[in-house]
């Protein structure tokens, strides 16, 4: 279990740090958080090719549990604050563990399809459930509306909507842009690990 400290603690200083960066906007549509969360799709990749999908659930589950810890310490019980960790957490579990089983699915074909992939679908499933629960407070039905239920264009340049929806495929963007950024290290660092344990 040692071997897979690093990935643990990756995955906890990730979680940790995107319930944080969600929480503060760059420009007017999209969040800190979106910059760091999709290094976690890396880190399971790297786990998942190197040690298998075992390990790489393990590695998933440790992480989720010490950064949630951490989050709702920082969360000093406030209910918005314990809401957006609920969100990440519960869309980081799943995601996670369908970014498992993609990957291990496609682990027979070219190097870059199970990474590329598996991050796409895990991608999609952490913004749909992340936005879904931390705002679902303010979705349009809803009589108490925040500042994520402000009527903003989408993105800045389409059909006007709800804030928080705009914040959503913005997110889900910068992420298909990082998994395709991210075959870079991962084949690096699986390079690097294989080529380590095979000196062993």
Request: with cysteine; charged share 10%; net charge positive.
């Amino acid at each position: 279990m040692t071997r897979f400290l690093p990935g643990i603690l990756a995955m906890a200083a990730i979680v940790a740090a995107s319930n944080v960066l969600v929480q503060f906007t760059v420009g007017d549509w999209l969040t800190w958080g979106a910059f760091t969360y999709p290094v976690a799709f890396l880190v399971t990749d790297v786990m998942n090719r190197v040690y298998g999908a075992r390990a790489a659930r393990q590695v998933v589950l440790a992480g989720f549990v010490a950064g949630i810890a951490c989050s709702l310490v920082a969360a000093g019980l406030q209910a918005t604050t314990l809401r957006i960790a609920l969100a990440s957490g519960t869309a980081f579990l799943v995601a996670q563990m369908a970014d498992v089983v993609v990957f291990d699915a496609l682990r027979g074909g070219r190097w870059w399809r199970a990474p590329l992939a598996s991050t796409l679908v895990g991608s999609a499933l952490d913004t749909a459930l992340f936005f879904g629960i931390a705002f679902s407070a303010a979705l349009p039905t809803d009589a108490n509306t925040g500042w994520a239920n402000e009527a903003v264009p989408l993105i800045g340049q389409g059909p006007v909507t709800a804030l928080w929806v705009s914040l959503a495929l913005a997110d889900w963007l910068v992420k298909l842009c990082l998994a395709l950024l991210a075959l870079v290290p991962f084949r690096m660092i699986v390079r690097n690990l294989l080529r380590g344990r095979a000196e062993c």
